[in-house]
């Protein structure tokens, strides 16, 4: 257990939860919407403080994040429950988790911050399941991993109060958020949340922190694959945080409660980077599919292959640091003259 921040006593003897904008409202004993925040004698308490439901090594393109120290590991960790009632959740058993058994490994903030730095990783990700319900840990964590010298990485649908924003990304270093769709419909439907809170994230982001971000959207054949709401949704990007910022297009596999539905065609997703580029958006990828032309880092400027990518490997850098070898044009991002040689292997960690 841990004191969890960002509530207030309300007069009827319960207690508000303002980490995200469910707002949930706990009497004594009750836990929120997330499952791992509680009122426990009047108090907010954490109840996954500490706790993870496993601890891997991946490659940084796997979060996914192209434009930030390609190549490098990541110390990747998450722990249980999440804000949001994804219908197709591809996590859903961590995510959905009701029981703490599922959190089996135990690590203090200092200790994943050591570990990262013995295995020369060059991040911890927050992931698996959304850190904005473990806030505490997080902070606690990537303090601890900044005096290391490590980089600290957020994997989040963004679904966060202004209230607790400014903490949240104070202490990151990149982000990836989850645009999951461009329609109130879909998230309230299938995610039992509101897309205008996730936007004013994204833009927040952009415009008051100096977090890297990429955004990534999980195109789900029909619910949100129609062509004009990636128009729509490129249009947004494009009038409110610009055409630098990384987009990724990701396939949906059959999961959860959406088993119905077939796998995300290599075919839909080519289509929408293809629109989203034609809208004027600069770096575009695809993901979850073998599509070494939707992998690959192409210059701004002159069009130049710059890191071409086979899924997480990397077979081509053409970079001088954040410029492109062939025209000199800077590339929004982090980048070192030379890649990481992490590749796509994939190491779990037990902690003790």
């Not at 991946?58 to 722990?79: A, C, M, Q, R, W």
């Not at 990485?153 to 903490?167: D, H, L, M, N, P």
């Not at 599509?291 to 130049?304: I, V």
Request: proline residues 3%; glycine residues 6%; charged residues 25%.
């Amino acid at each position: 257990m841990h004191d969890g921040r960002y509530w207030e006593k309300l007069d009827d003897n319960r207690i508000q939860c303002n980490l995200c904008p469910r707002h949930c409202k706990m009497s004594e004993g009750q836990r929120g919407f997330c499952f791992v925040r509680q009122n426990i004698d009047d108090k907010m308490m954490l109840t996954t403080y500490g706790r993870s439901s496993g601890f891997c090594i991946d490659p940084i393109e796997k979060k996914p994040l192209n434009h930030f120290y390609p190549g490098t590991s990541v110390l990747s960790f998450g722990t249980a429950g999440c804000n949001l009632g994804c219908k197709f959740c591809q996590n859903w058993d961590i995510s959905k988790a009701k029981k703490m058994d599922r959190l089996m490994n135990q690590a203090s903030p200092s200790t994943i911050a050591q570990i990262a730095h013995d295995k020369k990783c060059k991040s911890v990700a927050f992931t698996y399941n959304d850190p904005v319900i473990f806030l505490e840990y997080a902070v606690d964590t990537a303090r601890q991993c900044h005096e290391l010298g490590i980089k600290t990485v957020a994997v989040t649908a963004g679904y966060i109060t202004k209230q607790a924003r400014g903490e949240f990304f104070s202490h990151l270093d990149a982000t990836n958020i989850d645009l999951k769709a461009f329609t109130q419909h879909f998230y309230r439907k299938l995610c039992f949340a509101d897309l205008d809170d996730v936007l004013s994230t994204i833009k927040y982001v952009h415009d008051e922190t100096d977090v890297w971000m990429e955004i990534t959207n999980l195109i789900i054949p029909e619910n949100n694959d129609d062509m004009e709401e990636f128009k729509r949704m490129s249009n947004w990007i494009l009038e409110n945080v610009g055409d630098q910022v990384p987009i990724h297009f990701s396939a949906f596999h059959p999961d959860y409660k959406m088993l119905e539905l077939p796998r995300t065609s290599t075919h839909t997703l080519s289509k929408a980077r293809a629109v989203a580029m034609e809208m004027g958006l600069k770096y575009v990828y695809t993901g979850n599919v073998h599509d070494q032309d939707g992998d690959t880092t192409y210059c701004g400027g002159c069009g130049a292959e710059l890191i071409v990518r086979d899924w997480y490997d990397l077979k081509s850098y053409k970079m001088n640091m954040n410029k492109c070898s062939k025209c000199s044009h800077v590339v929004p991002g982090y980048f070192n003259d030379k890649p990481g040689n992490w590749g796509k292997k994939r190491v779990r960690i037990k902690m003790g």
